[in-house]
T-cell receptor, first 112, second 115 residues
Framework: GDSVTQMEGPVTLSEEAFLTINCTYT??????LFWYVQYPGEGLQLLLK?????DKGSNKGFEATYRKETTSFHLEKGSVQVSDSAVYFC???????????FGKGTKLTVNP | GAVVSQHPSRVICKSGTSVKIECRSL??????MFWYRQFPKQSLMLMAT?????????EQGVEKDKFLINHASLTLSTLTVTSAHPEDSSFYIC???????????FGSGTRLTVV
């Protein structure tokens, strides 16, 4: 079945540091890929998505590129802020399914 | 954008009682809704998929009689935890999508504590 493997945390960075959270996927067909963010005590918010190979999703300074050749969708941000502290989930859904499959989540803490 | 409202955000109940959690799509019609459970510091576990007007499809290992799901309209799905026990304490999150190919919008979650 479909699966997502993402970098285990926690990740602790200083403000303005560069962020990378790795994510690789296994899925059938042509999956869509997502990054969701969860702030403490809240539900999930869609951060960005990509629906086909070589697409780049971007939002709030975060970016991720759908790489079919490496089955990856790594999340990056050039300069993190304290307000970016949250848990980040990579997820996929295959074309033949409607169920989102999540990675285990990566907790990011950004210190001033 | 699409908004999903989940209520209540927190609930404490006694063992043996039932608790109902509501999930509403506010500005779109949700043909499909999903219910997840999240344990502390862990990922989301899909419990069931509900389609408006039909029975929910439960994931393996999820007790249908304990977690009753109703999706009676295109804007409302409910999850009822019946005869709750302390081990049912968890964070429950719903999500909805308008149709195939659309994005998934999540509710803000419900923290259930059974005492």
């Amino acid at each position: 079945g479909d699966s997502v493997t993402q970098m285990e945390g926690p990740v602790t960075l200083s403000e303005e540091a560069f962020l990378t959270i790795n994510c690789t996927y296994t899925a059938t067909g042509y999956p869509s890929l997502f990054w969701y963010v969860q702030y403490p005590g809240e539900g999930l918010q869609l951060l960005l998505k990509a629906t086909k190979a070589d697409d780049k999703g971007s939002n709030k300074g975060f970016e991720a590129t759908y790489r079919k050749e490496t089955t990856s969708f790594h999340l990056e941000k050039g300069s993190v802020q304290v307000s970016d502290s949250a848990v980040y989930f990579c997820a996929t859904v295959s074309g033949g399914s409607e169920k989102l499959v999540f990675g285990k989540g990566t907790k990011l803490t950004v210190n001033p | 954008g699409a908004v999903v409202s989940q209520h209540p955000s927190r609930v404490i109940c006694k063992s043996g009682t039932s608790v109902k959690i509501e999930c509403r799509s506010l500005d779109f019609q949700a043909t499909t809704m999903f219910w997840y459970r999240q344990f502390p510091k862990q990922s989301l576990m899909l419990m069931a998929t509900s389609n408006e007007g039909s029975k929910a499809t439960y994931e393996q290992g999820v007790e249908k009689d304990k977690f009753l799901i109703n999706h009676a309209s295109l804007t409302l799905s409910t999850l009822t935890v019946t005869s709750a026990h302390p081990e049912d304490s968890s964070f429950y999150i719903c999500s909805a999508r308008e149709g195939p190919g659309d994005g998934y919008t999540f509710g803000s979650g419900t923290r259930l504590t059974v005492v």
